[in-house]
T-cell receptor, first 113, second 111 residues
Framework: DAEITQSPRHKITETGRQVTLACHQTWNHNNMFWYRQDLGHGLRLIHYSYGVHDTNKGEVSDGYSVSRSNTEDLPLTLESAASSQTSVYFC????????????FGQGTRLTVV | GESVGLHLPTLSVQEGDNSIINCAYS??????FIWYKQESGKGPQFIID?????DKRQGQRVTVLLNKTVKHLSLQIAATQPGDSAVYFCAERVAGNMLTFGGGTRLMVKP
Protein backbone atom coordinates (compact mmCIF):
# COMPACT_ATOMS: atom_id res chain seq x y z
CA ASP A 1 0.00 0.00 0.00
CA ALA A 2 1.10 3.52 -0.73
CA GLU A 3 2.00 5.52 2.33
CA ILE A 4 3.82 8.51 3.78
CA THR A 5 6.44 7.88 6.44
CA GLN A 6 8.41 10.14 8.71
CA SER A 7 11.62 9.44 10.54
CA PRO A 8 12.65 9.53 13.23
CA ARG A 9 9.46 9.38 15.30
CA HIS A 10 11.20 10.98 18.26
CA LYS A 11 14.33 13.11 18.42
CA ILE A 12 16.12 14.95 21.17
CA THR A 13 18.79 17.40 20.14
CA GLU A 14 20.82 20.21 21.62
CA THR A 15 20.45 23.90 20.92
CA GLY A 16 22.53 24.98 17.95
CA ARG A 17 22.76 21.60 16.25
CA GLN A 18 21.57 20.97 12.71
CA VAL A 19 18.73 18.47 12.51
CA THR A 20 17.07 16.87 9.49
CA LEU A 21 13.67 15.23 9.60
CA ALA A 22 12.84 12.82 6.81
CA CYS A 23 9.57 12.48 4.91
CA HIS A 24 9.00 9.83 2.24
CA GLN A 25 5.81 9.17 0.27
CA THR A 26 5.10 6.40 -2.20
CA TRP A 27 1.98 7.88 -3.82
CA ASN A 28 3.96 9.79 -6.44
CA HIS A 29 2.22 12.96 -5.24
CA ASN A 30 3.47 16.25 -6.59
CA ASN A 31 2.60 18.39 -3.57
CA MET A 32 4.31 17.94 -0.22
CA PHE A 33 4.05 20.01 2.94
CA TRP A 34 5.65 20.36 6.35
CA TYR A 35 3.63 21.53 9.35
CA ARG A 36 4.42 21.98 12.99
CA GLN A 37 1.83 21.37 15.67
CA ASP A 38 1.90 23.23 18.97
CA LEU A 39 -0.72 23.45 21.68
CA GLY A 40 -2.87 26.49 21.07
CA HIS A 41 -1.69 26.99 17.49
CA GLY A 42 -3.02 23.98 15.63
CA LEU A 43 -1.03 23.10 12.53
CA ARG A 44 1.12 25.79 10.97
CA LEU A 45 2.71 25.52 7.55
CA ILE A 46 6.51 25.65 7.46
CA HIS A 47 7.47 24.89 3.85
CA TYR A 48 5.89 23.27 0.85
CA SER A 49 6.77 21.96 -2.60
CA TYR A 50 4.78 21.52 -5.79
CA GLY A 51 7.32 19.29 -7.47
CA VAL A 52 10.96 18.41 -7.97
CA HIS A 53 13.27 21.37 -7.36
CA ASP A 54 10.33 23.54 -6.25
CA THR A 55 10.24 24.84 -2.65
CA ASN A 56 8.23 27.62 -1.03
CA LYS A 57 8.08 29.28 2.37
CA GLY A 58 5.07 28.90 4.56
CA GLU A 59 3.77 30.84 7.53
CA VAL A 60 6.59 29.88 9.94
CA SER A 61 9.62 29.20 7.75
CA ASP A 62 12.34 31.07 9.69
CA GLY A 63 15.05 28.66 10.84
CA TYR A 64 13.91 25.86 8.52
CA SER A 65 14.79 24.76 4.99
CA VAL A 66 13.67 22.00 2.62
CA SER A 67 14.91 20.49 -0.60
CA ARG A 68 13.10 18.44 -3.23
CA SER A 69 15.50 16.40 -5.31
CA ASN A 70 12.95 13.72 -6.21
CA THR A 71 9.18 13.22 -6.06
CA GLU A 72 9.19 10.91 -3.04
CA ASP A 73 11.17 12.90 -0.45
CA LEU A 74 10.96 16.29 1.24
CA PRO A 75 13.48 16.47 4.10
CA LEU A 76 13.09 19.31 6.60
CA THR A 77 16.30 20.81 8.03
CA LEU A 78 16.60 22.93 11.14
CA GLU A 79 19.76 24.90 10.49
CA SER A 80 20.54 25.66 14.13
CA ALA A 81 17.99 24.14 16.47
CA ALA A 82 16.38 26.43 19.05
CA SER A 83 14.18 25.59 22.04
CA SER A 84 11.31 27.39 20.30
CA GLN A 85 11.44 24.66 17.65
CA THR A 86 10.45 21.98 20.14
CA SER A 87 7.26 20.70 18.55
CA VAL A 88 5.57 17.87 16.71
CA TYR A 89 6.28 17.97 12.99
CA PHE A 90 3.97 16.55 10.36
CA CYS A 91 4.66 15.92 6.72
CA UNK A 92 1.77 15.72 4.28
CA UNK A 93 1.15 15.25 0.57
CA UNK A 94 -1.66 15.86 -1.87
CA UNK A 95 -2.10 14.34 -5.29
CA UNK A 96 -2.30 17.64 -7.13
CA UNK A 97 -3.56 21.20 -6.87
CA UNK A 98 -7.21 20.16 -7.21
CA UNK A 99 -7.15 17.80 -4.24
CA UNK A 100 -8.35 18.80 -0.76
CA UNK A 101 -7.39 15.49 0.82
CA UNK A 102 -3.95 15.71 2.39
CA UNK A 103 -2.30 12.49 3.58
CA PHE A 104 -0.28 12.97 6.73
CA GLY A 105 2.60 11.06 8.20
CA GLN A 106 2.63 9.87 11.81
CA GLY A 107 4.62 12.87 12.98
CA THR A 108 8.04 13.47 14.52
CA ARG A 109 8.28 14.73 18.07
CA LEU A 110 11.35 16.95 18.31
CA THR A 111 12.70 18.21 21.60
CA VAL A 112 15.46 20.82 21.63
CA VAL A 113 17.30 21.02 24.97
CA GLY B 1 -3.79 37.82 9.42
CA GLU B 2 -6.83 35.85 8.44
CA SER B 3 -7.26 32.57 10.22
CA VAL B 4 -9.54 29.65 10.95
CA GLY B 5 -10.64 29.13 14.53
CA LEU B 6 -12.92 27.04 16.70
CA HIS B 7 -15.48 28.00 19.35
CA LEU B 8 -15.11 25.11 21.78
CA PRO B 9 -11.85 23.44 22.73
CA THR B 10 -13.48 20.36 24.31
CA LEU B 11 -16.80 18.64 23.64
CA SER B 12 -18.02 15.73 25.72
CA VAL B 13 -20.95 13.64 24.46
CA GLN B 14 -22.70 10.43 25.41
CA GLU B 15 -22.23 7.45 23.14
CA GLY B 16 -25.09 7.30 20.68
CA ASP B 17 -25.82 11.03 20.82
CA ASN B 18 -25.15 13.40 17.94
CA SER B 19 -22.10 15.68 18.08
CA ILE B 20 -21.75 19.12 16.61
CA ILE B 21 -18.32 20.71 16.27
CA ASN B 22 -18.17 24.35 15.24
CA CYS B 23 -15.62 26.48 13.48
CA ALA B 24 -15.41 30.15 12.51
CA TYR B 25 -13.39 31.29 9.54
CA SER B 26 -12.40 34.71 8.29
CA UNK B 27 -10.95 34.19 4.80
CA UNK B 28 -13.78 34.67 2.31
CA UNK B 29 -11.49 33.76 -0.60
CA UNK B 30 -11.16 30.09 0.37
CA UNK B 31 -12.64 27.72 -2.20
CA UNK B 32 -12.93 24.64 0.01
CA PHE B 33 -13.44 23.96 3.70
CA ILE B 34 -12.31 20.66 5.12
CA TRP B 35 -12.60 18.67 8.33
CA TYR B 36 -9.79 16.49 9.63
CA LYS B 37 -9.74 14.02 12.51
CA GLN B 38 -6.61 13.41 14.57
CA GLU B 39 -6.40 10.46 16.91
CA SER B 40 -3.83 10.39 19.67
CA GLY B 41 -0.32 9.79 18.34
CA LYS B 42 -1.35 9.95 14.69
CA GLY B 43 -1.40 12.44 11.90
CA PRO B 44 -4.63 14.18 10.86
CA GLN B 45 -6.96 12.21 8.62
CA PHE B 46 -9.33 13.67 6.03
CA ILE B 47 -13.03 13.34 6.88
CA ILE B 48 -15.04 15.46 4.48
CA ASP B 49 -14.84 18.67 2.50
CA UNK B 50 -17.31 21.19 1.18
CA UNK B 51 -16.93 23.58 -1.69
CA UNK B 52 -17.51 27.23 -0.89
CA UNK B 53 -20.55 27.44 -3.20
CA UNK B 54 -22.39 24.72 -1.24
CA ASP B 55 -24.11 24.95 2.14
CA LYS B 56 -24.39 21.28 3.05
CA ARG B 57 -22.68 18.04 2.30
CA GLN B 58 -23.29 14.60 3.76
CA GLY B 59 -20.99 11.68 4.19
CA GLN B 60 -21.17 8.47 6.13
CA ARG B 61 -22.54 9.53 9.58
CA VAL B 62 -21.11 13.01 9.07
CA THR B 63 -22.61 16.21 7.72
CA VAL B 64 -20.80 19.46 7.12
CA LEU B 65 -22.71 22.73 7.06
CA LEU B 66 -21.36 25.98 5.70
CA ASN B 67 -22.90 29.35 6.48
CA LYS B 68 -21.09 31.96 4.46
CA THR B 69 -23.20 34.81 5.81
CA VAL B 70 -21.72 34.43 9.28
CA LYS B 71 -18.56 32.61 8.16
CA HIS B 72 -19.36 29.52 10.15
CA LEU B 73 -18.60 25.85 9.51
CA SER B 74 -19.87 22.88 11.48
CA LEU B 75 -19.34 19.13 11.52
CA GLN B 76 -22.20 16.96 12.69
CA ILE B 77 -21.51 13.37 13.68
CA ALA B 78 -24.55 11.13 14.00
CA ALA B 79 -24.73 8.40 16.65
CA THR B 80 -21.33 9.22 18.08
CA GLN B 81 -19.19 6.19 18.86
CA PRO B 82 -16.14 5.72 21.12
CA GLY B 83 -14.01 5.51 17.97
CA ASP B 84 -14.99 9.08 17.19
CA SER B 85 -13.01 10.33 20.18
CA ALA B 86 -10.27 12.51 18.71
CA VAL B 87 -9.29 16.09 17.99
CA TYR B 88 -11.14 17.61 15.06
CA PHE B 89 -9.68 20.39 12.95
CA CYS B 90 -11.37 22.56 10.42
CA ALA B 91 -9.22 23.82 7.59
CA GLU B 92 -9.63 26.04 4.60
CA ARG B 93 -7.91 25.80 1.28
CA VAL B 94 -6.34 29.00 0.13
CA ALA B 95 -4.39 29.94 -2.97
CA GLY B 96 -1.90 27.35 -4.13
CA ASN B 97 -3.56 24.29 -2.60
CA MET B 98 -2.39 25.26 0.89
CA LEU B 99 -4.43 24.38 3.94
CA THR B 100 -4.85 26.74 6.89
CA PHE B 101 -5.90 24.90 10.04
CA GLY B 102 -7.87 25.98 13.06
CA GLY B 103 -6.82 25.26 16.63
CA GLY B 104 -8.78 22.01 17.08
CA THR B 105 -11.65 20.69 19.22
CA ARG B 106 -11.27 17.61 21.37
CA LEU B 107 -14.28 15.29 21.21
CA MET B 108 -14.69 12.92 24.15
CA VAL B 109 -17.30 10.17 23.93
CA LYS B 110 -18.61 8.81 27.20
CA PRO B 111 -19.74 5.16 27.20
Amino acid sequence: DAEITQSPRHKITETGRQVTLACHQTWNHNNMFWYRQDLGHGLRLIHYSYGVHDTNKGEVSDGYSVSRSNTEDLPLTLESAASSQTSVYFCASTRDSTSTEAFFGQGTRLTVV
Amino acid sequence: GESVGLHLPTLSVQEGDNSIINCAYSNSASDYFIWYKQESGKGPQFIIDIRSNMDKRQGQRVTVLLNKTVKHLSLQIAATQPGDSAVYFCAERVAGNMLTFGGGTRLMVKP
